[in-house]
């Protein structure tokens, strides 16, 4: 049975359901829409009006973790660690991937200079963080993609786009094993057919669109 996912183009945790369906081999469709104006349907089956949805028959599951775990569990060999302590370590950072997710946004939307360097000093604590925890192999766990490498992809992404405007959010002095850690991610194969061909102008566009300070900064 096929599975379809319910995207919209420029989310970054659909992003993450497609890279596991992309990584594990496994068939599958995508609709997007627009959640700005979303077909009347949408509601029935998001109960919290958000993507992902991922229809499998005629049952709908929400919330790209929930999803992501599914997918896991249900195709192929587990990109989760078999140790049931590592594993849920795993989980903990990928919690905390959505955390930096959500900073990188709050970058965006900041409506001035103090607010910004609020949330990119914000920002870089959690990168200093990462940068603690990781262990300069390749990937996460070491020489193998995991889930929590798939989880961090598209923010990592989207930070490199941001970093084009602002630049030092990852410093290779500071940061060496996440920048290094960070190539290894944004050079999978799968990244580029994760999103739509034409992700960075759509993002560049929303960075603008914010009327945010970043967008002060494209500007000049």
Not at 33 to 40: G, H, S, V, Y
Request: aromatic content about 10%.
């Amino acid at each position: 049975m096929k599975p379809k996912l319910i995207s919209f183009k420029l989310c970054p945790f659909v992003q993450k359901a497609v890279l596991t369906l992309l990584q594990k081999g496994i068939d599958f469709d995508i609709e997007y829409i627009d959640l700005e104006n979303p077909p009347p349907w949408f509601s029935e089956i998001s109960p919290l009006g958000k993507v992902p949805v991922l229809q499998v028959g005629d049952q709908m599951l929400f919330e790209s973790s929930v999803i992501v775990e599914y997918l896991d569990e249900v195709y192929g060999e587990s990109l989760h660690p078999s140790d049931p302590l590592t594993k849920a370590q795993n989980r903990s950072w990928m919690e905390f991937g959505n955390e930096c997710l959500m900073n990188s946004f709050n970058l965006i939307v900041a409506a001035d200079e103090a607010a910004f360097s609020e949330q990119r000093e914000s920002l870089i604590n959690k990168l200093d963080r990462l940068e603690h925890k990781l262990g300069g192999d390749t990937y996460f766990n070491g020489n193998q993609v995991s889930l929590v490498d798939l989880s961090f992809t598209p923010f990592f992404q989207r930070l490199d786009y941001i970093n084009e405007v602002s630049p030092g959010l990852i410093d290779d002095q500071r940061h060496p094993r996440l920048h290094l850690w960070t190539n290894h991610l944004l050079a999978m194969d799968i990244l580029e057919q994760s999103t739509v061909p034409e992700i960075k102008q759509l993002y560049t566009g929303m960075m603008k669109k914010r009327n945010g300070y970043l967008s002060t900064l494209m500007a000049a």
